[in-house]
Structures are given as structure tokens and as C-alpha cells.
């Protein structure tokens, strides 16, 4: 089956540790995207990548960062610099950047206490 | 700046009405705009995809409507059914904004379809 995965589905961390997010895909596209969701809020990007070894930051990439070492792979480190980590975390890909349809996986619930 | 509104933020309708979700746009200058629906704590589904050129888009019971030059689209759902209830984001693409394709997301509207 071909689509997005992300893992874990649920993260629990101490406050003032790192921690990385999974988001892979088999769909060969070549763009991938992470966003952020908060209650009430709509969905904003924090960096996105157009191909293998090239990312930018998206609105909110302050205390994150990424890497896009394989086309398949777009993992998402959230740091102790990130003042506000506690959120919905949603992997998306498309076949190119610009004006493609998104397709989404199926998210990482991250919870720093 | 692009903003991107939905009304209304929730609905409650009872089951077998048809029923029309709203979104709005500040900028006209897109490239798509995109359906989606989110149950509880899980990722997006993609349900329509209108292009610029496009005025309209159908799937099954789901029409979605794109007037750019005012800045509007709706979702039409048909005979609304209890496995309908989700919440449904619309997002734009593209203008000058665009950032390597980002979406740019309303809120959302809480559907709820009692039987």
C-alpha cells in the first residue's frame, strides 16, 4: 500500500529533551511538508523540503529542525529550544512543490510535561 | 497576508439533511483549494481538490464550489449521515505566498450528524 507513515502515535517527554519525529513515505513524491496543529487553530508549517538534501523554514520553524537525506524520509526534531512543543505534529508529501494535491499521514501526538 | 476563514465553526444536523459548509479567502491569487476531513486524533483526508481553472468538484454525495474573483468556496454534502461527523478544513495553494507549495488552512467546522 503505498502512503505516509509516521511514528510513534503518542510522545511523551521531559521538558528540556530533544526529540525526533519519523515521518516516511512510499508514494516517490518528491516534496514533503510538516505542520503543526494546535486546538482551535488551523494547521501551520513549520519546514518543508522540493528534494533530497533542500529544506526551508515554514512560518514557525523556531526550536525545530529537520533533514531530507533520503527522498523517502523527512524526519522532524523538535528542541529544548521550542517553547511550546506540546502539539499535533502532521507529516504531508506531494509530488512536487507549487500547486500539487498534499496527502497527509496520520500524525504524532507529542506531549512535553 | 493570506487568511483563511470557516463558517460556521460547528453544526449539528440531524441525519438525511443536506448541508452547506463555508470557507473564505483574502487573496484571490491561488493556485487550488482543498477539502479535507479530520476525524479525532488522526491524520487529514483529502476529499476534493478544486483548481483555479475549476468552478466546481464532485465525489459521491460531496460537491465542492470554488469562486475565486469573491473569494469563496463551499462543501454541499448530501443527505448527511452519521459517518459523516468529523471536522472538515479547507486550505488554499499558491499566490504570492506560496512557500514551495504550503497550505494555508482555516479552522475548521465541527460536524456533527445526530441520528
Known amino acids: ?113 | 497576508k493570506q487568511e483563511v476563514t470557516q463558517i460556521p465553526a460547528a453544526l449539528s444536523v440531524p441525519e438525511g439533511e443536506n448541508l452547506v459548509l463555508n470557507c473564505s479567502f483574502t487573496d484571490s491569487a491561488i493556485y487550488n483549494l482543498q477539502w479535507f476531513r479530520q476525524d479525532p486524533g488522526k491524520g487529514l483526508t483529502s476529499l476534493l481538490l478544486i483548481q483555479s481553472s475549476q468552478r466546481e468538484q464532485t465525489s459521491g454525495r460531496l460537491n465542492a464550489s470554488l469562486d475565486k474573483s469573491s473569494g469563496r468556496s463551499t462543501l454541499y454534502i448530501a443527505a448527511s449521515q452519521p459517518g459523516d461527523s468529523a471536522t472538515y478544513l479547507c486550505a488554499v495553494q499558491g499566490g504570492i505566498y506560496n512557500q514551495g507549495g504550503k497550505l494555508i488552512f482555516g479552522q475548521g467546522t465541527e460536524l456533527s450528524v445526530k441520528p
Not at chain 1, 530533544?18 to 494546535?38: F, G, P
Request: charge should be neutral; glycine fraction near 10%.
Open chain 1, 1 to 113: 500500500d503505498g502512503g505516509i507513515t509516521q511514528s510513534p502515535k503518542y510522545l511523551f517527554r521531559k521538558e528540556g529533551q530533544n526529540v525526533t519525529l519519523s515521518c516516511e513515505q512510499n508514494l516517490n513524491h518528491d516534496a514533503m511538508y510538516w505542520y503543526r496543529q494546535d486546538p482551535g487553530q488551523g494547521l501551520r508549517l513549520i519546514y518543508y523540503s522540493q528534494i533530497v538534501n533542500d529544506f526551508q523554514k515554514g512560518d514557525i520553524a523556531e526550536g525545530y529542525s529537520v533533514s531530507r537525506e533520503k527522498k523517502e524520509s523527512f524526519p522532524l526534531t523538535v528542541t529544548s529550544a521550542q517553547k511550546n512543543p506540546t502539539a499535533f505534529y502532521l507529516c504531508a508529501s506531494s509530488p512536487a512543490g507549487g500547486s500539487y494535491e498534499q496527502y497527509f499521514g496520520p500524525g504524532t501526538r507529542l506531549t512535553v510535561t
